[in-house]
Each structure stands twice: as C-alpha cells, then as structure tokens.
C-alpha cells in the first residue's frame, strides 16, 4: 500500500491562469473522489468516479473546472481561469467500498 | 442538506488528561460514520468508523466513539491523551446511498506535556 499521491504539493499561480493537478490513487482502488479545503474548514466533496465513469459532481464544480480518470487509474482536475476564490487545498482521496484513503493534496496559491 | 456540526473548534488539555470531541450530524436516515485524524503536515488518516452493530467503536491509538442514534451523535473519547495525540480532528458522515463524505469544520488539539 503506498497510499494516495498527489502531484504537485504546492502550486502558484497567477489569477487567470490554468492550472492542472493529478492524483494516483491506491491501485486496486476503483473509487476515487476530489475535495477542496479551506483554511478553517472540513474537506468539501466535489467529484466521484468509479473506474473512468464520473458519476457525481457537486455544485462547487463550476464549469471552470473539470476532471477526468481516463483509464480507471489516475485522475487530473484542471482549473481553468484561476480566480482568487480558488486558493485551497485540494485533496483526493481513494476507496473500494469502504473508507477513503486521503492523500496529502496539492495546495493552490491564487497570486 | 446535511450537515456536521464539531463544536469545539479548539481544545486544549494537559497529557493524561480524558478527552472528549462532540460531533453532531444532520440525517434522518442511514448513516456512516468516521472520525480522521490529520497530524501536523500529514494526509487525513482514518481514525475509527461505524458502519453498523455495537454502537460502541474501537480505533487506532487508544480512541473510541460512541454512535447514539437518538441524539444524532458520534463523539470520540479518549481516556488518557498524549502529547503525540496533538493534531486535528475531523467528524465525517456518508450518508446512505451517496458516494461522498460530509465533514465537519474539525476540532484542533494541542497537548501540553
């Protein structure tokens, strides 16, 4: 089990810019899930996917951002025109059925 | 809409002190239930969980939680804390049928030695 990785760690960006994240969950996990945390709050859900088929989005999704897991394994969410409201960490987060494996999520700074 | 409430944002306590964090949710019908704990620069890690059965769960380090129906609830408890024990805490709810976790704004504790 080597757990959930996240690339990058940190990102900074300039406001208007695109950025991209990835995230690789636990092989063999089919499940795999994206939240966003704010400073002073709990991870808040934004997408699901069972292997590739993205079966659920939340409303925080905008359609500024978008995410795919194009073979069932790894997973990319891409901002587009970043806006200054963006800035937070975005974690992923994997399962089977059952609990969720967190990884350490990538942090987004809005310059 | 569901929510989870965790009440103590802050908690302070001096090492061997007992420990309890109230965690409060917001769904009449069938529930999950989780407690993960995130240390100081470490990913979120699952803490204890309560699918269905004795309400009385078992986790990690010592921690316990205790699932009452009645009163929307699943507060964790500790005997005994430790100053390793310092970190944030968060209560998360799957509520049946969905396929993502509701989480609370989380309770930080600090340890003192």
């Known amino acids: 089990d080597t757990g959930v990785s996240q690339d990058p760690r940190h990102k900074i960006t300039k406001r208007g810019q695109n950025v991209t994240f990835r995230c690789d969950p636990i092989?063999?996990?089919?499940?795999l899930y994206w939240y966003r945390q704010t400073l002073g709050q709990g991870p808040e859900f934004l997408t699901y996917?069972?292997?590739?088929?993205?079966?659920?989005k939340s409303r925080l999704l905008s359609d500024r951002f978008s995410a795919e897991r194009p073979k069932g394994s790894f997973s990319t969410l891409e901002i587009q025109r970043t806006e200054q409201g963006d800035s937070a960490m975005y974690l992923c987060?994997?399962?089977?059925?059952?609990?969720?494996?967190f990884g350490d999520g990538t942090r987004l700074s809005i310059l | 809409a569901q929510s989870v409430s965790q009440h103590n944002h802050h908690v302070i306590l001096s090492e061997a002190a007992s420990l309890e964090l109230g965690c409060n949710y917001s769904?009449?019908?069938?529930?999950?239930l989780f407690w993960y704990v995130q240390y100081p620069g470490q990913h979120l890690q699952l803490l204890l969980k309560?699918?269905?059965?004795?309400?009385l769960v078992k986790g990690i380090k010592g921690f316990e939680a205790e699932f009452i129906k009645s009163k929307f609830s699943f507060n964790l408890r500790k005997p005994s804390v430790q100053w390793s024990d310092t970190a944030e805490y968060f209560c998360?709810?799957?509520?049946?049928?969905?396929?993502?976790?509701?989480f609370g704004t989380g309770t930080r504790l600090t340890v003192i030695p």
């Open positions: 309560y699918f269905s059965g004795d309400p």
């Open positions: 092989s063999e996990h089919n499940r």
């Open positions: 996917f069972q292997n590739e088929a993205q079966l659920e």
């Open positions: 769904y009449g019908g069938t529930v999950n």
């Open positions: 998360a709810v799957e509520v049946d049928g969905a396929n993502n976790l509701f």
């Open positions: 987060a994997s399962s089977l059925p059952g609990p969720q494996h």
